[in-house]
């Protein structure tokens, strides 16, 4: 007793109101985390959920999972690829709005604050907005495209193996763009102007100041927007299972969605506990080394 | 840039066309289903497309109140309830976690904000499966309760993140002259600091709400019964079953985004800092 009453006599007792958050947290999250490993390492299935006794079967689960036509690997192959090339094209365009709207004409607060909703819309429309907008017969961008005489025939986007990946990331295109235009924005609101002025009257061009002031007092920002977008790209889940749920012959199919479909729609638990933790290791160590990242670049 | 330099006349007007251009471009998608929504589900199949409806059909939004299996008005209030309860619980552990984590220093902090830090990057699949599991076990499977407990997590370590910085630059001497005036720590967190960090706290509400709204995984798997299924999930099992009806797809999803545009149109510069300063710094 009297260990713990000199305990929270000093700034000690700053835990106390951490430690509901805190409970709850391990709780809802950090036991579930322990739980799916259990799990990945056990024979649950629609018959084995509700017994007590559960198999432990070792690391079949993953052999199995590698064995199985090796949709595992298709999933992990396909989610990389999705997170690449969205977040390549997200920043570039997102870079290049946050310059153009970081130009002081009259537009250029409120314009951007609208360009912020498609970030905000639930990924569930998003992903029903873009379906419709691929669909083949009904779809605008067929309709658009045969109009400006690209193609004449209309394209079959979310049923054709080859064109389904494409659709999906650029809608999550569309929604990353806001993310990384207003971090690069407030990244850039951060370089003085004094080195802008200084720079105009040593007679630099614009190219010379993009690339010799903004690019590198920018690059902890780009370091970050990039290893965010990377992280938020990674798990997505809800968009691609909406738009084409993993489809055609798993041509869409992401780590998030594989797991998902092992576990509620085939029953099979243990393999898509094993699925999630597979990106759950990626995202653990790409996120470790974000959080090394900020923590020696930042203050503490 | 140049953010400070003025710019000519004629500069300025080809920047706002260009802006205004650059806008009606990227937020088009959403012009179109509002245009669809308001068509006849004849209309939409029409070749060339119109771009605003000949004949005003608005029975799409009608249909459902009376008839149908998937009434879009209770998934929506379904979906009210779920992001408000994710809400709640985000902001009331959220508010005192964050003024600890801020103000005093105790064993183990930094292993605490780290956790924090983690966990706003984890996978929804991560959890899937054993709360699944878990909440069949507490009787909570298929109870709005369900949904509730696991959209908080997302909300709680964003909200502690945020509201951190908040308390962190409230200076000593208003905490120290609370003190004087004969508040001990609970009461001069609760009287004097938290009226200080209202708008951190907004930021956060309107964060964990809007992560319980876009939520589809936790509400689908979650929640069997399609009368108690938020209206995310509701669109999706609709798909499912009736296949792609698009004026009333498209319907569902303008009556999804109203509170969301609401948000953004009464809240917008919360929104930005709630964008900016929860991502970049830790």
Same mark, same amino acid.
């Given at each position: 007793?009297?260990?713990?009453?000199?305990?929270?006599?000093?700034?000690?007792?700053?835990?106390?109101?951490?430690?509901?958050?805190?409970?709850?947290?391990?709780?809802?999250?950090?036991?579930?985390?322990?739980?799916?490993?259990?799990?990945?390492?056990?024979?649950?299935?629609?018959?084995?959920?509700?017994?007590?006794?559960?198999?432990?079967?070792?690391?079949?689960?993953?052999?199995?999972?590698?064995?199985?036509?090796?949709?595992?690997?298709?999933?992990?192959?396909?989610?990389?690829?999705?997170?690449?090339?969205?977040?390549?094209?997200?920043?570039?365009?997102?870079?290049?709005?946050?310059?153009?709207?970081?130009?002081?004409?009259? &537009?250029?607060?409120?314009?951007?604050?609208?360009?912020?909703?498609?970030?905000?819309?639930?990924?569930?429309?998003?992903?029903?907005?873009?379906? &419709?907008?691929?669909?083949?017969?009904?779809?605008?961008?067929?309709?658009?495209?045969?109009?400006?005489?690209?193609?004449?025939?209309?394209?079959?986007?979310?049923?054709?193996?080859?064109?389904?990946? &494409?659709?999906?990331?650029?809608?999550?295109?569309?929604?990353?763009?806001?993310?990384?235009?207003?971090?690069?924005?407030?990244?850039?609101?951060?370089?003085?102007?004094?080195?802008?002025?200084?720079?105009?009257?040593?007679?630099?061009?614009?190219?010379?100041?993009?690339?010799?002031?903004?690019?590198?007092?920018?690059?902890?920002?780009?370091?970050?927007?990039?290893?965010?977008?990377?992280?938020?790209?990674?798990?997505?889940?809800?968009?691609?299972?909406?738009?084409?749920?993993?489809?055609?012959?798993?041509?869409?199919?992401?780590?998030?969605?594989?797991?998902?479909?092992?576990?509620?729609?085939?029953?099979?638990?243990?393999?898509?506990?094993?699925?999630?933790?597979?990106?759950?290791?990626?995202?653990?160590?790409?996120?470790?080394?974000?959080?090394? &990242?900020?923590?020696?670049?930042?203050?503490? | 840039?140049?953010?400070?330099?003025?710019?000519?006349?004629?500069?300025?007007?080809?920047?706002?066309?260009?802006?205004?251009?650059?806008?009606?471009?990227?937020?088009?998608?959403?012009? +179109?289903?509002?245009?669809?929504?308001?068509?006849? =589900?004849?209309?939409?199949?029409?070749?060339?497309?119109?771009?605003?409806?000949?004949?005003?059909?608005?029975?799409?939004?009608?249909?459902?109140?009376?008839?149908?299996?998937?009434?879009?008005?209770?998934?929506?209030?379904?979906?009210?309830?779920?992001?408000?309860?994710?809400?709640?619980?985000?902001?009331?552990?959220?508010?005192?976690?964050?003024?600890?984590?801020?103000?005093?220093?105790?064993?183990?902090?930094?292993?605490?904000?780290?956790?924090?830090?983690?966990?706003?990057?984890?996978?929804?699949?991560?959890?899937?499966?054993?709360?699944?599991?878990?909440?069949?076990?507490?009787?909570?499977?298929?109870? +709005?309760?369900?949904?509730?407990?696991?959209?908080?997590?997302?909300?709680?370590?964003?909200?502690?993140?945020?509201?951190?910085?908040?308390?962190?630059?409230?200076?000593? =001497?208003? =905490? =120290?002259?609370?003190?004087?005036? #004969?508040?001990?720590?609970?009461?001069?967190?609760?009287?004097?600091?938290?009226?200080?960090?209202?708008?951190?706290?907004?930021?956060?509400?309107?964060?964990?709400?809007? !992560?319980?709204? #876009?939520?589809?995984? !936790?509400?689908?798997?979650?929640?069997?019964?399609?009368?108690?299924?938020?209206?995310?999930?509701?669109?999706?099992?609709?798909?499912?079953? !009736?296949?792609?009806?698009?004026?009333?797809?498209?319907?569902?999803?303008?009556?999804?985004?109203?509170?969301?545009?609401?948000?953004?149109?009464?809240?917008?510069? !919360?929104?930005?800092?709630?964008?900016?300063? #929860?991502?970049?710094?830790?």
């Amino acid at each position: 007793m009297k260990g713990i009453k000199k305990y929270f006599k000093y700034d000690n007792v700053g835990i106390l109101f951490v430690l509901p958050a805190l409970i709850y947290m391990l709780v809802f999250v950090g036991y579930p985390i322990i739980y799916n490993f259990v799990l990945s390492f056990q024979d649950v299935t629609v018959r084995t959920l509700r017994s007590n006794v559960k198999e432990f079967v070792g690391l079949d689960n993953y052999i199995n999972l590698f064995k199985q036509d090796n949709i595992l690997m298709t999933s992990l192959w396909n989610t990389l690829f999705f997170t690449v090339v969205c977040i390549l094209f997200q920043f570039v365009v997102g870079f290049a709005l946050a310059v153009f709207f970081n130009k002081n004409f009259k &537009f250029a607060k409120p314009v951007r604050g609208l360009l912020l909703i498609p970030w905000m819309i639930p990924m569930t429309i998003t992903g029903l907005m873009f379906k &419709f907008m691929f669909s083949t017969d009904v779809g605008i961008i067929n309709f658009f495209l045969r109009s400006l005489g690209i193609i004449h025939k209309n394209i079959d986007w979310l049923t054709n193996p080859t064109t389904a990946m &494409f659709a999906v990331i650029f809608a999550n295109f569309w929604i990353g763009i806001p993310f990384n235009m207003i971090l690069i924005a407030t990244g850039l609101t951060t370089i003085p102007k004094e080195l802008y002025e200084s720079a105009a009257i040593d007679g630099a061009g614009k190219f010379q100041t993009f690339r010799k002031i903004t690019v590198p007092l920018l690059k902890p920002t780009m370091e970050s927007v990039l290893i965010l977008g990377f992280i938020y790209t990674f798990k997505v889940y809800d968009l691609v299972y909406v738009m084409t749920s993993g489809g055609p012959v798993n041509s869409t199919q992401l780590l998030s969605t594989y797991s998902y479909k092992l576990s509620f729609e085939m029953f099979k638990y243990s393999e898509g506990a094993a699925v999630a933790n597979v990106l759950f290791v990626i995202l653990f160590i790409v996120s470790s080394i974000y959080l090394k &990242f900020i923590y020696t670049e930042g203050e503490e | 840039m140049d953010s400070d330099l003025k710019l000519s006349k004629t500069k300025n007007t080809v920047y706002c066309v260009i802006s205004i251009v650059l806008l009606c471009v990227l937020l088009f998608p959403l012009y +179109w289903i509002f245009v669809t929504s308001l068509k006849t =589900e004849k209309e939409i199949f029409q070749i060339p497309p119109t771009f605003w409806p000949e004949v005003l059909n608005t029975k799409s939004y009608l249909a459902q109140v009376k008839s149908g299996d998937f009434n879009m008005f209770r998934s929506f209030g379904n979906s009210m309830v779920i992001s408000v309860g994710a809400m709640l619980i985000s902001i009331v552990l959220a508010v005192p976690a964050s003024y600890g984590i801020a103000k005093y220093h105790f064993k183990g902090k930094r292993a605490v904000i780290l956790g924090f830090l983690v966990t706003q990057m984890l996978p929804v699949s991560v959890l899937l499966t054993p709360l699944f599991i878990t909440f069949q076990k507490m009787n909570l499977y298929n109870t +709005w309760w369900s949904t509730i407990l696991s959209d908080a997590t997302i909300g709680i370590p964003f909200s502690v993140l945020i509201l951190k910085n908040f308390f962190a630059t409230i200076p000593k =001497e208003i =905490e =120290e002259a609370a003190y004087i005036d #004969g508040c001990n720590k609970f009461t001069g967190f609760i009287k004097v600091l938290i009226p200080i960090a209202k708008p951190g706290v907004v930021v956060c509400g309107i964060f964990s709400f809007l !992560y319980g709204w #876009g939520d589809l995984a !936790y509400g689908m798997t979650f929640i069997l019964d399609q009368e108690k299924r938020p209206i995310t999930a509701g669109i999706f099992n609709f798909i499912g079953q !009736y296949g792609t009806k698009w004026s009333y797809l498209t319907a569902f999803a303008v009556v999804t985004i109203i509170p969301v545009a609401l948000i953004f149109i009464l809240m917008q510069k !919360y929104i930005i800092s709630g964008m900016t300063s #929860g991502a970049v710094k830790g």
